[in-house]
């Protein structure tokens, strides 16, 4: 995981399977900093996938104590993704 360009962890790094309390902790441990770091404060709204750890209970809690601004993301809506936008921009010069 990258963001701000600093690396995150993955699960490998706090050993096993990547579950919605190990991705709770890597959050934790990095989002806040990361907003820090851009001097963002608390004006940015978070964004997350459909993976199912992203939902876990554990995550939506502290997301609520940190008062966090989250994205609405429908879920199987790829054409609302920017990066497919990206991906098909960058296709385009290729062929």
Do not use: C
């Not at 994205?71 to 936008?85: A, C, G, K, S, V």
């Amino acid at each position: 995981m990258f963001f701000n360009g600093r690396a995150w962890e993955t699960s490998q790094d706090r050993g096993g399977k990547m579950n919605g309390e190990k991705y709770r902790e890597i959050v934790d441990d990095n989002l806040l900093q990361s907003a820090q770091d851009l001097r963002l404060g608390r004006m940015f709204t978070f964004q997350q996938a459909h993976d199912p750890k992203h939902p876990a209970k554990t995550m939506q809690e502290w997301l609520r104590d940190k008062s966090l601004n989250v994205l609405e993301w429908p879920n199987q809506r790829p054409e609302l993704n920017p990066i497919e936008h990206l991906w098909r921009d960058l296709k385009i010069p290729v062929q």
